[in-house]
T-cell receptor, first 115, second 112 residues
């Protein structure tokens, strides 16, 4: 079974500062993928970034980067230069070593960006 | 515009009634998924489908049913057997060559 743990229920950051959202995972699959999604108050899940377990380099997408530490089973999301529009729920998810790409989600972290 | 549509956005039903949630995509994606989200929780997988006329149970399939008669459509029926159906329901799809799933706007179901 796979599991995602997000230990930060809420985080506060000032505009233009960087913030790290924590995610640890547990899986017995030799190959897996890690995802981060953003959920604004409207409810839609917005894909941010993906990291494959065999990727040698940490994934980056614009202001988002994924700090992947395989030995520690962590996949933290780093948001640089926070913006007011970054205020939302953030979910970490894992998919296993199958073609079905079933996602298992954590409970999320609520990020609030202040001016 | 290409995307995933879910209708309606808000749905109210009386206890004991079946209700069907719509999910349509025009992205030509093969795989489609249904998730349920409860307040303060992450998403949990209800059903998924890799191809037309084939679907598999997820982690919380009891009390739900689906069909996949067309590639574009993956409706979810919440039956009266679902003990606690009030939740936010999200549909997603995934193209064959990518890993990420793309989500629709969701339907908030309230059973009175």
């Amino acid at each position: 079974a796979q599991k995602i743990t997000q230990t930060q229920p809420g985080m506060f950051v000032q505009e233009k500062e960087a913030v790290t959202l924590d995610c640890t995972y547990d899986t017995s699959d030799p190959s897996y993928g890690l995802f981060w999604y953003k959920q604004p108050s409207s409810g839609e899940m917005i894909f941010l970034i993906y990291q494959g377990s065999y990727d040698q380099q940490n994934a980056t997408e614009g202001r988002y980067s994924l700090n992947f530490q395989k030995a520690r089973k962590s996949a933290n999301l780093v948001i640089s230069a926070s913006q007011l529009g970054d205020s939302a729920m953030y979910f970490c998810a894992i998919s296993g070593d199958t073609g079905f790409q079933k996602l298992v989600f954590g409970t999320g972290t609520r990020l609030l960006v202040s001016p | 515009d290409g995307g995933i549509t879910q209708s309606p956005k808000y749905l109210f039903r009386k206890e004991g009634q079946n209700v069907t949630l719509s999910c349509e995509q025009n992205l030509n994606h093969d795989a489609m998924y249904w998730y349920r989200q409860d307040p303060g929780q992450g998403l949990r997988l209800i059903y998924y489908s890799q191809i037309v006329n084939d679907f598999q149970k997820g982690d919380i399939a009891e009390g739900y049913s689906v069909s996949r008669e067309k590639k574009e459509s993956f409706p979810l029926t919440v039956t009266s057997a679902q003990k606690n159906p009030t939740a936010f329901y999200l549909c997603a799809s995934r193209p064959g060559l990518l890993n990420e799933q793309f989500f629709g706007p969701g339907t908030r179901l309230t059973v009175l």
